[in-house]
C-alpha cells in the first residue's frame, strides 16, 4: 500500500482520537515537495504550529500493546521524521526515526503478522535509511537496524510490492560497511598517527584501531557478499515495468555523439520516477559492495589505467533521461548518489567533467529537502576532486567534525588514495574549505 493511503487508513481507524497522529499528519500537509512554490511558504507558520502540538502530544506518552497500537506509534514516527526531514531539523528527526527502529527491536514477533503495522514498518526503512546515510559510519546510528533485528526484518521488507523501501536498507547498510572498512584500510596504509585524530570520537578511533585487518576484513567482507546476494534477490524481484529500456532518437544520438568517446553514456528511461531511482540505488549499492572496485580505490590492488566500474556507468546512464514528477516515495536524493558514490570515488577526470556539465539538470531532479549534501556545496566537491586528480590523488571520504558548541569552528576530515604510490592520506580541512575551493581562494 502506498504510505499516503496507509498513514490515512490509520488515521480513519485506531488513529482517528489521536491528537499527535492528526497533527502530524495535517502538519505534513502543509509542507510542499517544492519548497520553493510561493503557496507553500505562506503555510509555513501553519505547518510549524500542528509539529509542536504533535510533539507536544508525544511527551504524554505513545501507544503500546497490540499490532494497532504498534501501527499507530510507528505512524506518529514516522510522520513526525517526514517532518523534521523536510524542515531541516536533522537531530529531532533523527531521534523519532531511530525510536521507531527501537520499537522494531523490542517488538519484532509482532512485526512479522500482517496488518498497518507491518506496512509502517516497511516504510519506516526509506526514511531510517535517509537519516542512517547523514551519520558517519563509526556512529551506531548509521546501522539501519541492530544486526540481529535486520536479519530478521529482511524477509518481512522483501514481502512488500514498494520496492524502494527494501533498497533504501539495502544501500544504507553496504555505504557503511563500505566507508567502514575502506577508512581503515586507507589510515592504516596512510601510516596515519592516532594522536593526529586524537579530537575524533572513540567510535573513530576504533576504525582506525581496529587491532590489525583480519577481524575488520572478515566480517566486511562476509557482510559485502551477503548485501551482493540480498541486491541479486532484489533485482530478481522487480517486475519488467519497472527496469529500464534504451531509448534511441537522432537527437539523443546527436547528443550522445558529441560527448568524448570516454564518456559516453547512453540513456537508460524508465516508466516513473521512482522506478529510475530505486534502480540507480540497486546500481549504487553494488557499486559500495563490489570487492574489485573497493580492491582497486584502497590501494589494495595495482594501479590499472583501463578500470571502469560498470556500476558508475550504470548510474550516469539513468541521469540523463530524468525528470522529477514530485514523487516522494524516494527521500535519498540523485545528488547525494552521484556526489558520494561517483565523484568522491572517481579516479577519472573526464567523469568529473561530465557531471559538472550535468549539475544543473542534477539540481532540477534532486528535491531540495532530499539533498543530503547540501546543493551549493555540491559544485565545490566536483572542484575539490578535480583538483586533487590533477595532482595524482582521490578523495574517498568527507567527514564534518561533531562540534560540542554551535559557535566552535570545525574541521572536515578527508581521507582518500595517493592514486601513484597506492597509499592512503588524511587532510584534516577547515569547515570552509569547501566555499573556499568554490571560490577559487585555496
Not at 104 to 115: D, H, L, R, V
Not at 412 to 439: H, Q, Y
Request: glycine share 8%; with cysteine; hydrophobic share 45%.
Amino acid at each position: 500500500m502506498a504510505a499516503k493511503g496507509l498513514i490515512r487508513d490509520i488515521c480513519r481507524g485506531v488513529g482517528r482520537d489521536n491528537i499527535a497522529l492528526r497533527c502530524a499528519v495535517f502538519s505534513l500537509g502543509h509542507l510542499s515537495p517544492n519548497p520553493k512554490n510561493v503557496m507553500f511558504v505562506g503555510m509555513m507558520p501553519i505547518a510549524l504550529k500542528f509539529s509542536s502540538a504533535s510533539r507536544y502530544d508525544s511527551t504524554r506518552g505513545l501507544p503500546s500493546g497490540s499490532g494497532p497500537e504498534l501501527g499507530l506509534t510507528m505512524a506518529i514516527l514516522c510522520v513526525q521524521s517526514l517532518i523534521d526531514m523536510k524542515l531541516g531539523a536533522f537531530r529531532r528527526g533523527l531521534a523519532s526515526v531511530k525510536q521507531a527502529g527501537e520499537v522494531i527491536a523490542a517488538n519484532q514477533t509482532a512485526f512479522c503478522s500482517s496488518g498497518p503495522h507491518r506496512d509502517v514498518m516497511q516504510f519506516w526503512f526509506s526514511i531510517n535509511a535517509w537519516y542512517s546515510m547523514q551519520c558517519p559510519p563509526w556512529n551506531v546510528h548509521a546501522r539501519v537496524l541492530p544486526a540481529a533485528t535486520l536479519k530478521a526484518s529482511w524477509g518481512i521488507l522483501r514481502s512488500t510490492p514498494e520496492k524502494g523501501h527494501e533498497i533504501a536498507a539495502l544501500l544504507c547498510e553496504s555505504r557503511r560497511l563500505y566507508a567502514r572498512l575502506s577508512l581503515f584500510r586507507l589510515i592504516e596504509s596512510g601510516g596515519i598517527a592516532s594522536e593526529d585524530l586524537a579530537n575524533w570520537p572513540l567510535s573513530f578511533q576504533e576504525i582506525v584501531n581496529a587491532g590489525g585487518p583480519a577481524p575488520e576484513e572478515e566480517y566486511s567482507m562476509s557482510a559485502l557478499a551477503a548485501l551482493r546476494d540480498g541486491l541479486d534477490g532484489w533485482h530478481n524481484s522487480v517486475g519488467m515495468n519497472d527496469r529500464p529500456v534504451y531509448a534511441k532518437t537522432a537527437e539523443l544520438k546527436a547528443q550522445l555523439d558529441s560527448e568524448p568517446p570516454g564518456v559516453r553514456f547512453e540513456s537508460l528511461w524508465f516508466q516513473s520516477y521512482d522506478a529510475a531511482m530505486c534502480y540507480d540505488q540497486y546500481a549504487a549499492a553494488h557499486a559500495l559492495c563490489s570487492q574489485h572496485s573497493l580492491d582497486v580505490l584502497t590501494g589494495k590492488a595495482a594501479r590499472d589505467e583501463s578500470y571502469t566500474d560498470e556500476w558508475i556507468h550504470l548510474i550516469l546512464q539513468i541521469v540523463p533521461g530524468l525528470r522529477w514528477d514530485y514523487d516522494e516515495r524516494n527521500y535519498l536524493g540523485l545528488m547525494w548518489i552521484v556526489g558520494q558514490v561517483v565523484a568522491l570515488r572517481c579516479t577519472d577526470p573526464h567523469i568529473i567533467a561530465w557531471i559538472q556539465k550535468k549539475a544543473s539538470l542534477l539540481e532540477d531532479i534532486t528535491p531540495d529537502w532530499s539533498c543530503v549534501l547540501p546543493k551549493n556545496l555540491f559544485g565545490p566537491l566536483l572542484a575539490m576532486q578535480k583538483d586533487l586528480l590533477a595532482q595524482g590523488q582521490a578523495a574517498m571520504h568527507l567527514f564534518t567534525e561533531d562540534a560540542r558548541e554551535v559557535n566552535t569552528a570545525r574541521q572536515v576530515l578527508r581521507v582518500g588514495l595517493d592514486l601513484t604510490t597506492r597509499k592512503g592520506f588524511v587532510d584534516l580541512l577547515p569547515e570552509n574549505s569547501m566555499v573556499a575551493i568554490a571560490n577559487g581562494t585555496t
